[in-house]
T-cell receptor, first 110, second 113 residues
Framework: EDKVVQSPLSLVVHEGDTVTLNCSYE??????LLWYKQEKKAPTFLFML????IEKKSGRLSSILDKKELFSILNITATQTGDSAVYLC??????????FGKGTRLHILP | DAGVIQSPRHEVTEMGQEVTLRCKPI?????LFWYRQTMMRGLELLIY????????DSGMPEDRFSAKMPNASFSTLKIQPSEPRDSAVYFC???????????FGPGTRLTVT
C-alpha cells in the first residue's frame, strides 16, 4: 500500500531558527513529490519535485528529493511567525493518484 | 481566475439526512480530486477524475458516499445517509493535467449531529 510519512509531527522553534521537515514515502510508480503549506484554510502549493538532487528554492524555503532513499526535506531558514502552519507532503504516482502525509505542525515563537 | 469553487462552505445536518457537496474546478483543468480532512486521519483521498471519468474511488469509505462529474465544470460528492463520523472538512482540488500541481478549493466544513 502506498504511504507517505512525515516527521516530526509537530515542532516548536523560535523566530530566526532554521527548521528541517522530513518526508519519506513508499509508492508504486513514483511520478512526483509535492509540498504544501496549510494555515487555517486550504493547502497552498509550495514545490513540486521530480528529479533527485535538484534543489527547489523560493525565498527562505527550499526542498530537495532523494529518489534512491525515498525521501524529501523541506528547509525553512530564518523562520518568521508567519511560517507557522501545517506543512504537508504528497506523492503522485503514475496512475495519477496523489496521497498526502499527516503533516508537520510548525509553530514559530516570537 | 476564480480558483476552485466549493459550496456550501459550511453545512450542519442531522444524522440520516442526505448531504450534497459541490465543486467547480478551475476552467481548463482536466483532473479533479475529492479529499476529506480530519485531525485524526489527515487528508484522505476519496476519489479522483480525469476528463470527467472516475479513475479510482477506492478511498470512498462506504456505499453511503458517491461522486459524479457530469461535465468538465462541475462535480458533486453525496453522502446518503449521513452519520456523525462523516463530520470533517471536504476539499475539492483540480489540476491542469496529471503531473501538474493540485490547487485546492476553500473546503466545505460538514458537521453531522
Amino acid at each position: 500500500e502506498d504511504k507517505v510519512v512525515q516527521s516530526p509531527l509537530s515542532l516548536v522553534v523560535h523566530e530566526g531558527d532554521t527548521v528541517t521537515l522530513n518526508c519519506s514515502y513508499e509508492v508504486t510508480n513514483f511520478r512526483s513529490l509535492l509540498w504544501y503549506k496549510q494555515e487555517k484554510k486550504a493547502p497552498t502549493f509550495l514545490f513540486m519535485l521530480t528529479s533527485s538532487g535538484i534543489e527547489k528554492k523560493s525565498g527562505r524555503l527550499s526542498s530537495i528529493l532523494d529518489k534512491k532513499e525515498l525521501f524529501s526535506i523541506l528547509n525553512i531558514t530564518a523562520t518568521q511567525t508567519g511560517d507557522s502552519a501545517v506543512y504537508l507532503c504528497a506523492v503522485e504516482s503514475r496512475d495519477d493518484k496523489i496521497i498526502f502525509g499527516k503533516g508537520t505542525r510548525l509553530h514559530i515563537l516570537p | 481566475d476564480a480558483g476552485v469553487i466549493q459550496s456550501p462552505r459550511h453545512e450542519v445536518t442531522e444524522m440520516g439526512q442526505e448531504v450534497t457537496l459541490r465543486c467547480k474546478p478551475i476552467s481548463g483543468h482536466n483532473s479533479l480530486f475529492w479529499y476529506r480532512q480530519t485531525m485524526m486521519r489527515g487528508l484522505e483521498l476519496l476519489i479522483y477524475f480525469n476528463n470527467n471519468v472516475p479513475i479510482d474511488d477506492s478511498g470512498m469509505p462506504e456505499d453511503r458516499f458517491s461522486a459524479k462529474m457530469p461535465n468538465a465544470s462541475f462535480s458533486t460528492l453525496k453522502i446518503q445517509p449521513s452519520e456523525p463520523r462523516d463530520s470533517a472538512v471536504y476539499f475539492c482540488a483540480s489540476s491542469k493535467m496529471p503531473g501538474a500541481p493540485l490547487l485546492f478549493g476553500p473546503g466545505t466544513r460538514l458537521t453531522v449531529t
